[in-house]
């Protein structure tokens, strides 16, 4: 019974694997790069500063985890590109590819300019697409079957009322690119899928949260009643990683306390 049973949790086991987390040094990338490493994965989690990077690597470690620092400048493809290829040199191939990285420049829409247009989309869909294909000719080179997570956001099907034209548009865009990349690779054993999180509590955002007058109106529109906090992302990026998921691609998974049920 026990040998049987077994067959399920190891589903969910990251041993052996070896995973680049593009954006590991923020909230959210943190908590991933923690979460795979407590899977068992090995973890390279890159920055575009080495310090900041290691600082996080270092911390992991000391809780146990296999993580180890990289730089990785995804705003400069070509740059990013020898950088990727480095990375899955030191790892002798990287199973897993976590892009979490992300910006936005808010401004109203009637007077967005041409030069934050480009470069939202540029850091929020482009770099996110040629880091996948990075990752994914190393892939094909050494006949791994590999997991790509893109972040999200339920931006990416949801506007608002503020300046966030390039944010959103850059999102739904990533949305039909994480579609289109899966059923292009499948027949190479490699899947792509999103997560799509609410507002997520990280300290870049704390301020915001601290505020009354931000945070009910907030909450109140979640049906959970609450924000999202950075292990809620982090915990579907595990099963997205692991065997488990093994017959999910193209998906966007939105973890949002079911705001996008009712919006």
Known sequence: MEQTLRQYTDLFSLKGKKALVAGGAGGIGTAISEALCAAGATVYLSARDMAKAEKAAQEIRKKGGDAHAAVLAVDEIPAMQEQVAAIC??????????????????????????????KVIDVNLKAAFYLSQAIAKDQLARKIKGKHIHISSVRSILALRRGYISYCASRGGMNMMIKQLATEWGKYGITVNGIGPTFT???????????????????????LGRVCEPSDVAALAMYLASPASDFVTGQIVFVDGGITACQ
Request: no cysteine.
């Open 201 to 223: 509590r990280t300290s870049l955002v704390a301020e915001y949260l601290e505020d009354p007058a931000f945070y009910e109106p907030l909450v109140a529109r979640i049906p």
């Open 89 to 118: 040199r030191q790892a002798d191939g990287i199973d897993i590819v976590v892009n979490s990285v992300g910006m936005h420049v808010e401004t109203a829409a009637e007077e967005y300019k041409e030069a934050d247009w480009d």
